[in-house]
T-cell receptor, first 117, second 115 residues
Framework: DTEVTQTPKHLVMGMTNKKSLKCEQH?????MYWYKQKAKKPPELMFV???????INESVPSRFSPECPNSSLLNLHLHALQPEDSALYLC????????????????FGSGTRLTVV | AQKITQTQPGMFVQEKEAVTLDCTYD???????LFWYKQPSSGEMIFLIY??????QNATEGRYSLNFQKARKSANLVISASQLGDSAMYFC????????????FGKGTLLTVNP
């Protein structure tokens, strides 16, 4: 079982809906990430949280709004999405905001498959 | 900027045989690391193996090993004794960004293991 839990696993939403994706980890990691993965493409970074503070926003449209209520939880609030936002959204965590060694490697969740209709 | 190239969109291998998945990279950092991840159809990214640029030996983890050739900037993944459960997408990745805050992935190789 993955140590990063994402819910829901699947989500279908209309373009006028508001929904949220949830990510939880209990490994004591202090960095958490949202990645977006389109079909047949590699994941691309969206946001980085370090010690519950947003430290990196990779020029993501404002219809995606991240939130880190505490060190174990990461949310992604979705509003007014477009069909092209349909993708697999992966959450990841690492002990620190540094991925350069296996001691600080990422642990990914299973993802949320989002379909915008 | 760091770059990862995986030139094999798809690979086929017979069960119990070995297979090599190619990965070349480009980085100006004197010290770096390379990751390989497996992504089954379920979507989860599973960490397989890591190679540090200054590691004296090629990394091995069970049936996974790296053929690391630093001068050629290649880090090919070797899977020995393939199993049906190895069928998945495989990504090579390198940390990038200031303080290596993100992973930059190659385009991936879809491995299919035939019985």
């Amino acid at each position: 079982d993955t140590e990063v839990t994402q819910t829901p696993k699947h989500l279908v939403m209309g373009m006028t809906n508001k929904k949220s994706l949830k990510c939880e980890q209990h490994m004591g990691h202090r960095a958490m990430y949202w990645y977006k993965q389109k079909a047949k493409k590699p994941p691309e970074l969206m946001f980085v949280y370090s010690y519950e503070k947003l430290s990196i926003n990779e020029s993501v449209p404002s219809r995606f709004s991240p939130e880190c209520p505490n060190s174990s939880l990461l949310n992604l609030h979705l509003h007014a999405l477009q069909p092209e936002d349909s993708a697999l959204y992966l959450c990841a965590s690492s002990p620190r905001r540094w991925a350069a060694s296996p001691n600080y490697g990422y642990t990914f969740g299973s993802g949320t498959r989002l379909t915008v209709v | 900027a760091q770059k990862i190239t995986q030139t094999q969109p798809g690979m086929f291998v017979q069960e119990k045989e070995a297979v090599t998945l190619d990965c070349t990279y480009d980085t100006s950092d004197p010290s770096y690391g390379l990751f390989w991840y497996k992504q089954p159809s379920s979507g989860e990214m599973i960490f397989l193996i890591y190679q540090g640029s200054y590691d004296q030996q090629n990394a091995t983890e069970g049936r996974y090993s790296l053929n690391f050739q630093k001068a050629r900037k290649s880090a090919n993944l070797v899977i020995s004794a393939s199993q049906l459960g190895d069928s998945a997408m495989y990504f090579c990745a390198i940390p990038s960004g200031g303080s290596n805050y993100k992973l930059t992935f190659g385009k991936g190789t879809l491995l299919t293991v035939n019985p």
